[in-house]
């Protein structure tokens, strides 16, 4: 055992010597993790633009047509501004604006008598969420209208004509408009339909958890970049003669290996915990599933790094090895989740990768965040991960030990 820890010691110091390299395999995930939480943020992207609104009736009508773009999720996404037509029309004409709502002189007095007018929509075409929004809203709008005129058309044209109504007219007008909801009340509590609505699973993926899935992507890649590295340096100690000395000595060769894990483990460890800690702003994880997750990385990560390691030690040359290993890492990332998420991959692919070593690990990590995993789920993953780390190992030493150290 005390061999294994001088070995970890050296593999560290080797490592400390060259600083930018550690840099470049722990700094990938946090900073990517940044890049992904300035992007997305925490909340859910929602869309904003600005309605431009030139009107030039200025009746309580055309206020409270406005205005129903400044109430609920409408008021979170648009902000509406008042502008006379003419700038209206340049800023539209400049893309300063997602559109542009005209509304003519008379528009409230023609709502009120029944009689008809026009609106005018002008929409930004380098827009499409917020434009389609607004033209539905001014369809609903206008349908509404539509539906008053129907249910108190004529009450409201004897409040409209051109003398100020008296008191007698106002007072009728509201004992129609209460005998009219009682009527109607009638119908909507309770409701005589009740509409359901059934939300159906469709072909298309889910990119709200896209940040989530990045940050597992990006954490693989940089044990997958690792496990390229170190795996490498076998080769440098076969080069060295350092191999050759080992098996001359009565100290396993079990050891050696062992030792070479413990250096990764430790930066495996800072690895995944400052990844996983940076990325953790944006996924909702409790404090004890991150530190399950991070221990699992780090033996799963492991397991794949004893794997490349096998690779590389049955080329029969350094320059064969290194080749070897770029063509087993570069398919692995790319089926494997490690390059692109799974949710932006066609679903053949996805259930191909899947089965790869890192795209089980990916797929693990990502149900230790977001999932809620039970203890046997949680045993099964670990157990998994311990199996192909300790089948790689005893297969990379018995290697060593046949032919790779001479």
Known sequence: MRLAWVCAIKDLRRLRRDPALLVLWIGIPAFVSLLLVLVFGRSDIVPRGTLLVADEDGSLVSSLFTGAFSQGPLGEMLSVEKVSLPEGEKRIGRGQGSALLHIPKGFGDAV????????????????????????????????????????????????????????????????????????????????????????????????????????????????????????????????????????????????????????????????????LAAGSLFVQASPARLGLAILFLVVSGLGIYLLFQLAVMYAPTERAAAILANLLMFPLAMVGGSFFPFELMPDWMASIGRLTPNGWAVTQLGVLLEGRPGALDVGLMFGGAILLAAAMFWLVARRLRRGFAL
């Open 112 to 275: 009120l008598a029944g009689t008809p007018t026009r609106l005018k929509l002008v929409t930004n075409p380098s827009q499409t969420i917020l434009p389609d929004i607004v033209k539905e809203t001014v369809a609903i709008l206008a349908e509404g209208a539509f539906y008053v005129q129907t249910l108190a058309g004529d009450r409201l044209r004897e409040l409209t004509r051109g003398e100020p109504p008296s008191e007698l007219q106002v007072t009728q007008a509201a004992v129609a408009f209460n005998r009219l909801g009682t009527a109607v009340s009638g119908y909507l509590n309770p409701l005589r339909i009740e509409f359901a609505t059934q939300i159906v699973a469709t072909e298309r993926q889910d990119t709200s958890r896209l940040p989530a899935a990045f940050l597992r992507t990006m954490v693989f890649m940089s044990v997958l970049f690792l496990a390229l590295g170190f795996s490498a340096e076998m080769w440098k100690e076969k080069r060295q003669g350092t191999l050759k000395r080992l098996l001359v000595t009565p100290a396993p060769v079990g050891s050696f290996m062992l030792g070479r894990i413990l250096a990764l483990a430790v930066i495996l460890l800072v690895m995944a915990s400052g990844g």
